[in-house]
């Protein structure tokens, strides 16, 4: 792997925000584990692995299907209606918000070179503040990126704002 293959696999870690050619921006993490895509599809999408780094999901598991989803590692949890618009196990999970236009998050995941990649993707408005919800998604990917890999628990949220998401979150731009 060379030096710039390396600096362009952290900042896909961290995030990578781009402008679709509508003007709306799009944030994509890549992440990767040596474990088989049936794991990793597992924690992803089992109930009990499910909660352990992200929250709970109550309703039909099946394309179309619509449920309550809670994110219960938040402050002050709240269910939010969620509709799952594709599944394709192992392979792509796509969940939109109900009633919050434009509001999905696409989850795809391929072997590459021995390793199961995941490519997770939102699209947001053009003037959203995207370093924000990034910083929350990197830190529920850490948490994520623990349950795979049986690595440490990241940080508590305000810990890992002020370390991580500070004032310059460091993520990377382009088009």
């Known amino acids: 792997m060379t030096q710039q293959d390396a600096l362009s696999d952290a ?12 003007g709306r921006q799009r944030l994509e993490f890549r992440r990767s584990w040596p474990d088989p ?28 299907g619509t449920g309550t989803f809670t994110m219960t590692h938040e ?16 392979r792509r999970l796509v ?21 199961t990649v995941l490519r997770f993707r939102q699209v947001f408005a053009a003037d959203a503040d995207v370093a924000d919800f990034a910083a929350g998604w990197h830190w529920y990917l850490d948490k994520f990126d623990a349950e795979v890999g049986g690595r440490p628990v990241p940080r508590d949220w305000g810990d890992f704002a002020v370390e991580v998401a500070g004032p310059v979150y460091g993520m990377s731009t382009g088009s």
Do not use: F, K, N
């Not at 900042?11 to 509508?22: L, P, S």
């Not at 999408?45 to 394309?63: F, K, N, Q």
């Not at 402050?75 to 192992?90: H, K, L």
């Not at 969940?95 to 390793?115: M, T």
């Open 95 to 115: 969940v939109e918000w109900v009633g919050q236009d434009d509001w999905s998050v696409e989850l795809d995941l391929s072997a590459e070179e021995g390793r």
């Open 11 to 22: 900042m896909a870690r961290r995030g990578v925000v781009t402008t679709e050619d509508d």
């Open 75 to 90: 402050d002050e949890p709240a269910g939010e209606t969620v509709r799952i618009a594709e599944c394709d196990p192992p």
């Open 37 to 64: 895509v049936e794991d990793v599809w597992s924690a992803l999408t089992e109930p009990d692995r499910l909660s352990r780094w992200i929250g709970t999901y109550d309703g039909e598991r099946a394309p179309g």
